[in-house]
């Protein structure tokens, strides 16, 4: 079925569709924003990244207001189905309406994240017949990959900082209330090497369940990385001489990882290696039995190399490995089932003589993310470990206050829809903007999707209509 565009913002979800705009490929959808604006009348900023900020002027009757931010990014997540031709950096999107009312793009991620937010920014811009205060419409770039458009915004972009709506976050009757900030921690450590004539081991560890460091930090699941030094340290507790000469594990630094590799040389007999391995595996798999059941350990001999990590410096890797946090932290006393901070040692690997740690940090309070940070450099400083911290952004915590949260809940309870409010341990670009303006009121709105990330991807275009009506009113509403 034929995409109707039978209103505006359905015109401009077509019309940005029409454009390739994966992260790090916005700037013709930037210009197409900074078009709109010139074309419109309006005063605009476009910055060095291509993040874009249109104002409009308040409504009459509205002039004293404080104005509001709305923002959502321009960039998409580019998949597709291996049978599908398409190519992300010149092809439009081919949408179409599936038989249930459905918006989809055929074999393709669809775009509606956060297209949906973009349309209707442009639609409210173009329409001069709504009332509604100031407006300050924020259309970032590089979401996907780390806020780092939202990260790159400068505070005089800005007038005051209070009111905030954030169009990222949909589901039509519910709204997010607290979000988690973020770092990316790397420990490193240049490696000594001397000669070898021991024996050589692979610790392996396989069968864990793994999942995504936000969604699932809090299920205990077991990080493969931190299991194969766990082995690797108390076999070296057992038989003193225990070295590395590799390790590799994880795939991405905010995935838990499922599978790793530690290899070891030392003098001790095999079979009593074996089976001292055995009951490490064994401690190990009664731990996890119920929340990660399918954990798989096991030593295998493996050719001996000629060169293996000097005994110090192999003794250093493993306690400090042994003894990093990692995992779940913290969680919410007011928000039932919210992490508010954790860590996840997502990536290990040895490379030109060096070890490399990818730790990922998530804290909703920027003081649980100072401790973490100040834990692991503590260990790093003791253990001889280099440490850096790079992409820090702040999160959003909750706050039981919120006029704007009263505004779309009375909007949605005179539409017959209870309002829900949401939290997630994952980071969005609202916690950079609180981090920027500390008294930022927030709410996040947009109407029900589906299958984000995936070919899958479908917006359900009768509640894309409602929430546009409801964001509409909320406007209205926010005097």
Known sequence: ???????????????????????????AVSDYVVGFAKDHGYEYVQDEVYNVVVYKPAAP???????????????????????????????????????????????????????YGVAYMLAILEDKTLKHPALECTFTVMEEIGLFGAIALKKEYFKTGTRYINLDSGGEDRTCVSSSGGARAVLKKKLEFTENKDNAYRIEIRG????????AIHTEK??????????????????????????????????????????????????????????????????????????????????????????????????LMYTMPNGFQHRSMVLEGLTVASLNAGVAYIENGELFIDD??????????????????????????????????????????????????????????????????GGLECGIFKGMFPELDIITYGPI????????????????????ENLVKVLERAR
């Open 1 to 27: 079925m034929e995409f109707q565009l039978n209103s505006r913002y359905r015109y401009y979800f077509k019309q940005i569709s029409d454009i390739p705009r994966g992260s790090r490929n916005e700037k």
């Open 61 to 115: 009757g509205y002039e004293d207001s404080d104005p509001i931010i709305l923002q959502a990014h321009m960039d998409i997540v580019c998949e597709k189905n291996k049978d599908v031709e398409h190519d992300f950096e010149k092809d439009p999107l081919d949408l179409y309406v599936d038989e249930n009312g459905w918006l989809r793009a055929r074999g393709t991620t669809l775009g509606a994240d956060d297209g």
């Open 208 to 215: 864990l369940k793994g999942g995504h460091s936000a969604g």
């Open 222 to 319: 077991g990080n493969a990385i931190l299991l194969a030094a766990r082995v690797g340290e108390e076999l070296r507790v057992k038989y003193n001489d225990i070295r590395l000469f590799d390790l590799n594990g994880g795939m991405k630094f905010n995935a838990i990882p499922r599978e790793a590799d530690l290899c070891i040389v030392t003098k001790a007999d095999k079979d009593e290696l074996f089976k001292e391995a055995e009951k490490i595996f064994d401690s190990i798999y009664q731990e996890l039995k119920y929340s990660d059941e399918g954990f798989n350990g096991k030593i295998i001999s493996i050719d001996r190399p000629d060169k293996a990590v000097k005994q110090e410096r192999s003794d250093e890797i493993l306690k």
């Open 360 to 425: 990922l940090i998530r804290s909703a309070a920027p003081s649980h993310g100072d401790i973490m940070i100040h834990q692991l450099q503590i260990l790093c400083d003791t253990f001889g470990f280099d440490f850096e911290v790079h992409d820090r952004y702040y999160g959003w915590d909750y706050s039981k206050e919120s006029k704007m949260r009263l505004v779309l809940k009375e909007v949605l309870k005179e539409r017959g829809i209870e309002m829900q409010e949401r939290a997630t341990h």
């Open 449 to 468: 999707a589906k299958g984000e990330h995936t070919p899958d991807e479908a917006l359900d275009l009768a509640s894309f209509d409602r929430s546009y």
